[in-house]
């Protein structure tokens, strides 16, 4: 399989994590292919204006100072949202306090890999390919930042060739606050 095909069953496998929201959603880091969320009322948030544009519901937004209230959404979505940005710790906290108690975070995102090995190729794949180019960073350990703000882990897919590896999570709100 493929990276690209990985990512499509990663995706196609996070929508099946978690059943229908019944309230609002969001989707961070939205661009013009909706790839998470497939709920038509569904707020998506970019910093990208050309993301943004042919999103009917699109809204231009800072991830890390989301313009919305405390526990304002059933859901959240985030696809490659971690792994390009500057501060990822923050963004995860903001993803926290919109999430309403209860509600689901469903994620798709690179993983920092678990052997030696597979943190090397990472490493200066990053250095000579990823990074030079602008894309995202692939050491972004981004399961433990988004438990570090708080979110349960639920259910898990994993799609890992030792070297790339790429996670479908279902996160959800803790129920003790911090």
């Known amino acids: 399989m493929n990276c690209g095909q990985k990512v499509h069953a990663a995706i196609r496998a996070a929508r099946l994590l978690a059943p229908e929201p019944t309230g609002p959603s969001l989707e961070v880091g939205a661009s013009a292919k909706r790839l998470l969320s497939p709920h038509s009322d569904t707020i998506f948030v970019n910093q990208d204006r050309q993301a943004i544009d042919s999103l009917d519901r699109g809204l231009i937004g800072d991830a890390g100072h989301l313009p919305f209230s405390d526990q304002a ?12 940005l500057s501060d990822p ?4 906290a903001e ?3 919109v999430l ?3 509600g689901l975070f469903i994620s798709v995102e690179h993983e920092l890999g678990g052997t030696p090995f597979s943190r090397n190729y990472q490493r200066v794949t990053n250095l000579i390919y990823m990074k030079p180019r602008g894309k ?11 438990a570090g703000a708080g979110l349960r882990l639920d259910a898990e897919v994993t799609f890992n060739d030792s070297l790339q590896p790429l996670f479908a999570r279902a ?3 803790s129920i003790t606050p911090f």
């Open 136 to 146: 995202c960073s692939l050491t972004v350990a981004a399961g433990s930042l988004i």
């Open 73 to 84: 959404f059933d859901r959240v979505y985030a696809c490659f949202l971690f792994c390009s």
């Open 89 to 92: 710790g923050n963004v995860a």
């Open 171 to 173: 996160f959800s709100r």
């Open 95 to 97: 993803i926290r306090r």
């Open 100 to 102: 309403r108690k209860g």
